[in-house]
């Protein structure tokens, strides 16, 4: 069983930034693809972006592309989400997930279905 526990959201302006981190437990987080999901208030949890086993290859929904970037430390069995230019649509709780059937691939699922760990979430929220 592996456990995520998400953090580093809050409060701030449009055009700000903010770093989510999702720590995991567990000795094959390395092994895992990770992946970032986000939902807003009366909407369906919507794919952010993921990344694979090395941080060699991520996926980013074009919403997000050019502002996010993930990245991973597997030393310290933490992911992260670099989070700028925010816009008030980026308001939403933001979960981290991890695929454990990836393995030492490429894959990076965006599909919320593939992934078999989730984290409790953590809250952004991007004033106007």
């Known amino acids: 069983q592996v456990q995520l526990v998400e953090s580093g959201g809050g409060l701030v302006q449009a055009g700000g930034s903010l770093r989510l981190s999702c720590a995991a437990s567990?000795?094959?987080?390395?092994?895992?693809?990770m992946g970032w999901f986000r939902q807003a208030p009366g909407k369906e949890r919507e794919f952010v972006v993921a990344?694979?086993?090395?941080?060699?290859?991520?996926s980013y929904a074009d919403s997000v592309k050019g502002r996010f970037t993930i990245s991973r430390d597997n030393a310290k069995n933490t992911v992260y989400l670099q989070m700028n230019s925010l816009k008030p649509e980026d308001t939403a709780v933001y979960y981290c997930a991890a695929d454990k059937k990836s393995g030492h691939t490429t894959v990076v699922a965006t599909t919320e279905g593939v992934y078999d760990y989730w984290g409790q979430g953590t809250q952004v929220t991007v004033s106007s």
């Open positions: 567990g000795r094959t987080f390395s092994s895992y693809a």
């Open positions: 990344i694979n086993w090395s941080g060699r290859t991520t």
